[in-house]
């Protein structure tokens, strides 16, 4: 049996996935891995593509019955939450009239963005690829701009600011680490508990011998200088990835209950 895998090719997950993918979990069955953008992946999910597969948490409420959510191997954390940016010179965008770039209308930061917003609704949303938000805040064709990932170490070189980091007002208005990414698989081709071994075996090698999976995270991170690769790493793999414990559930609860409350998503 062959396991079908899709997640990002950011540093944070081909880091965790580096010694499944590569045949390095004693007892774990050959993976075929696809890397794709979040947006990509929370549309995959919907239609049985993949067996195992990285989605936002904030998709969750969406996600079939087939599948089940694993408790490892995501996204969540402290201090690493979205930023809304916009242009260094620019006044804070006033949003009833704004235009505003985001990941995917699935993401947890678009989530956190309109829980925040609240009725301040912008104008105009627009779905782009992560990594082409902040060209386009730079060169003027969005107000503002909802950024993850590398963003967060990088958007200074596009002479963008900070309107609000949504992970500091999240933590500030819960007290709960920040539920970004989940990691799902297919109940009638997976079976949970085996995956989420699996998942576990590769954060563990990935601690034990971080060099291991250095050319391989370096190479699909082609555009990411090594020391914003480590920052990434650092920031984006935690506690949380190896067992999203009592706290990463309440994170998860609190932000789903949050989106139903304001019809943002099914209860």
């Known amino acids: 049996m062959t396991v079908s895998l899709a997640i990002s090719p950011c540093p944070n997950d081909t880091f965790v996935f580096h010694a499944l993918v590569h045949g390095l979990v004693p007892g774990a069955p050959p993976v075929e891995v696809t890397y794709a953008d979040v947006d990509v992946t929370n549309t995959a999910v919907q239609q ?46 006033d949003l009833s009239g704004a235009g505003v770039a985001i990941p995917g209308e699935l993401t947890t930061a678009y989530l956190l963005f309109r829980l925040w917003a609240g009725r301040r609704a912008p104008a105009r949303v627009e779905v ?60 009638d081709t997976v079976e949970p508990d ?43 793999v935690n506690e949380y990835t190896l067992d999203l414990g009592s706290s990463g559930r309440a994170a998860i609860d609190e932000l789903l209950r949050r989106a139903a409350a304001v019809g943002a998503a099914p209860a």
């Open 48 to 93: 049985d593509r993949f067996d195992i597969v990285k989605i936002s948490a904030a998709a969750l409420p969406w996600l079939p019955d087939r599948y089940a959510l694993l408790p490892c191997g995501g996204a969540l954390g402290r201090g690493c939450g979205p930023l809304l940016l916009t242009s260094a010179g620019r006044r804070d965008p």
């Open 194 to 236: 085996r995956a989420a071994e699996w998942i576990r075996a590769s954060v563990r090698a990935a601690w034990a011998d971080p060099a291991a999976s250095r050319e391989y995270v370096l190479a699909h991170a082609a555009e990411m200088e090594p020391d914003v690769v480590d920052r990434h790493i650092a920031l984006y």
């Open 128 to 187: 782009l690829p992560f990594d082409r938000i902040m060209p386009a805040v730079a060169e003027g064709a969005f107000d503002a701009g909802l950024v993850i990932h590398e963003a967060r170490f990088t958007y200074h070189r596009y002479g963008l600011r900070t309107v609000v980091d949504l992970g500091e007002w999240w933590e500030a208005e819960t007290g709960l680490p920040i539920p970004l990414g989940a990691i799902v698989a297919r109940r």
